[in-house]
Structure formats: structure tokens, C-alpha cells
């Protein structure tokens, strides 16, 4: 059985650092084992193409039994290595990245996986939105199922897109032309739509305000201002700005002044949304049945984490159903201690942006 895994998880000094995806991916892993299956693991790890799988598998192997590792992904050896797997044992293969043909979706390399195995199935939601060998290709090959991981994603998020009145959608992060498409979709879909992150420069600079040194897209700005005429579409109120030349320094939350919207100097950069801007989410998570929340509200990895985190904090107290997903967004959770209290959070952060603006991914599809 060839398990298209997500076994993407952070490394520090060749350690797992936070193993939540690794403990999502289980419940399949676990069915297939105990019912007889001879588990092979395949995922990709990092971007560079260079990282081993080797200590994923270590980690995995102490949450659950009978897991080893070969550090090849498809040829002679890893054959041999699949012959030599016992019934209801699991062999994690290396990573997938470390063959140009994963990403190309080459033939002969989505080939060379299929020969593994009799059955393949997608258990990788949060890579699904690629058109990668493993997800796309390799279901031409065999006959492919969705796994447990994979289904309960799916389900989670076709809800969302039938939200409970009052309703409240929260899209951060950065790249307006990667959340046009799901910006619209969510405007039919929900009562109120907030646009925060980097990508409320955008915004902000598409109505006329000074942004300053500010992250903006590339983008052509008639798509934003058209989403701006919505009235259901909310930007922020007030801003945390730096001078431009602090903006990556280690003690930069420290020296950032809280600015209106209209205050904001052309030296200076915005990097978080300000104290009125927090109070108004608040409340519009106070009142809302539904969340839906994807990307975070200020530069997050330089340390302006105060927005993001005290959206998090209402939104878990809130009575709503509450639907996250990006990684600094489930990071801001995990730190605050607050992934119990959340209704459901998704594996995935372009994936789930992609399935809410489509209701389909690449990935699914090829299963179908």
C-alpha cells in the first residue's frame, strides 16, 4: 500500500521540532497497518530537495510500532526494501524532492513509485493543490483511494463554505493575486470578510493611503479595488509601523509606534495591526456563529505577533465554530495553547485556500 503522507514537519539540528502533522497523519497509517498492510510512506520534506526523511521517521516510529526508514525513494534498493516489509510493518522512503521528476510530474518517475505497491492512497491534503508526481500521477497507475486524513479535510471544509449566520472570514499573509479567487468566493459565502497581513497593504494602498516601505504585491490594483466596493469586506482601522530601517531588527516590536491608517509615514513600514483594529475583531468574533481563519495579521516570524495572537485568543473563546489553517497560524495557536478549542484546523494553507475558492484540488481530482 503506497501512502501519499504529510510528513512535512519542522527540523532543528536534525530533530523534529513539533510533530502535529506527523500525529494527523496516524489514524491512517494505523487502520492500514493493523488491517494487514505493508505500509509504504512516501512525502516530500523542506523545499531544497536535500533534507532526509531519516529523522521523521525516527519520530513517527515513537508514536507508533514497527516503522523503519530507507534512505532511497524508488529504484533497485527501495524494491528490495518493499519485498523484505512484513505484513502490518511500515517502511518510510526517502524524500520524494530529492527527484526532480516529483515536481515535474514526470511519467517515468510516477511509474517508478507505482511499481511499489497495488493500491495507492492520498492521505496528503496540504499538498494537494500540486501537480506532483505522487498526487497526480501516480493514480493514473494504480487504483487509488482518499485517505482517512484526506476525507475529514474535504468535509471540514466543504462546511465551511456553508457557514452559520453571523458569519466571519479572516484571510492574512501576503500575494493578493494567490487570494483573489478564494477573496471573492468567501465574499458570496460570508457575512463579513477581513483582510489583514501584508496582503491589507495592499488595500490600504489601493484606496489611496500611504503605505510607505510597506510589502505590496506586484499586482495590478482593479481587482482591489473592486473587492473594496464590497461592503462586507473590512480592512484594518489602525496600524503598528517602524521606522523602514528597523524593520528587520531583532528589537523592532519594541520600537513600533501604533499609526491610523492615515498616519503612516513614507519611511516607515507597516508590520501589525493596531489596538482598535484587535477590538474590532474581537467583536465581530463575539457575534459570529462561524470563523473561518487562514494567514496571519502581522509580519508573524519577525516577532509582531501581538494582532495574530490576540485574534487567536478570540476566536477560541468565542461560541462560533472555528475552521484555521496556515502554518503561523496554527503555530500562534499551538504557542498560546489553544488547538483543543478550535472546531477544526486544516493541514493545509494554500491547499485550504485553493479548496475554498475551487472546492477541488489537483490532487482529488486525479482519485476521481
Not at 27 to 38: K, Q, S, W
Not at 212 to 238: C, F, M, Q, Y
Request: overall charge neutral; hydrophobic content about 45%; glycine content about 10%.
Amino acid at each position: 500500500m503506497l501512502v501519499r503522507a504529510a510528513l512535512n514537519v519542522p527540523l532543528e539540528n536534525g530533530k523534529v521540532v513539533n510533530d502535529y502533522r506527523l500525529r494527523r497523519a496516524l489514524p491512517t497509517i494505523r487502520y492500514l497497518a493493523e488491517h494487514g498492510a505493508r505500509v509504504i510512506l512516501i512525502s516530500h520534506l523542506g523545499e531544497k530537495g536535500t533534507e532526509t526523511l531519516s529523522p521523521v521517521a525516527e519520530a513517527l516510529g515513537a508514536l507508533i510500532p514497527h516503522v523503519s526508514f530507507f534512505g532511497e525513494t524508488v529504484g533497485k534498493g527501495a524494491r528490495a526494501a518493499v519485498r523484505d516489509l512484513l505484513p502490518g510493518k511500515i517502511l518510510v522512503l526517502e524524500n520524494l524532492r530529492r527527484h526532480k521528476g516529483e515536481q515535474e510530474n514526470d511519467l517515468a518517475f510516477a511509474k517508478e513509485l507505482a511499481a511499489l505497491a497495488d493500491i495507492y492512497v492520498n492521505d496528503c491534503f496540504d499538498t494537494s493543490h500540486r501537480r506532483h508526481a505522487s498526487l497526480v500521477g501516480v493514480p493514473k497507475l494504480l487504483p487509488s483511494y482518499a485517505g482517512l486524513l484526506l476525507l475529514e479535510e474535504v468535509r471540514a471544509l466543504t462546511g465551511a463554505l456553508n457557514p452559520a449566520s453571523p458569519s466571519l472570514a479572516v484571510i492574512g499573509g501576503a500575494k493578493f493575486s494567490t487570494k483573489e479567487a478564494v477573496l471573492d468566493t468567501l465574499l458570496k459565502k460570508y457575512d463579513t470578510v477581513y483582510v489583514g497581513g501584508a496582503l491589507a497593504n495592499d488595500f490600504l494602498k489601493a484606496a489611496g493611503r500611504e503605505v510607505g516601505k510597506s510589502l505590496v504585491s506586484e499586482t495590478e490594483s482593479t481587482g482591489i479595488r473592486r473587492l473594496l466596493a464590497n461592503p462586507k469586506l473590512k480592512i484594518p482601522v489602525d496600524l503598528r509601523v517602524v521606522p523602514s530601517s528597523a524593520s528587520h531588527a531583532l528589537n523592532a516590536p519594541a520600537e513600533a509606534r501604533t499609526s491610523a491608517v492615515d498616519g503612516v509615514g513614507k519611511e516607515e513600514t507597516i508590520l501589525d495591526h493596531g489596538p482598535a483594529t484587535t477590538r474590532m475583531l474581537a467583536e465581530f468574533a463575539r457575534e459570529a456563529k462561524t470563523i473561518l481563519w487562514n494567514g496571519p495579521l502581522g509580519n508573524y516570524e519577525n516577532g509582531f505577533i501581538d494582532a495574530t495572537n490576540d485574534f487567536a485568543r478570540a476566536a477560541a473563546n468565542s461560541s462560533a465554530h472555528t475552521v484555521v489553517g496556515g502554518g503561523d497560524t496554527i503555530a500562534s495557536i499551538q504557542n498560546l495553547g489553544l488547538l483543543p478549542r478550535f472546531s477544526f484546523v486544516s493541514t493545509g494553507g494554500g491547499a485550504m485556500l485553493d479548496f475554498l475558492a475551487k472546492g477541488t484540488l489537483p490532487g482529488i481530482e486525479a482519485l476521481t
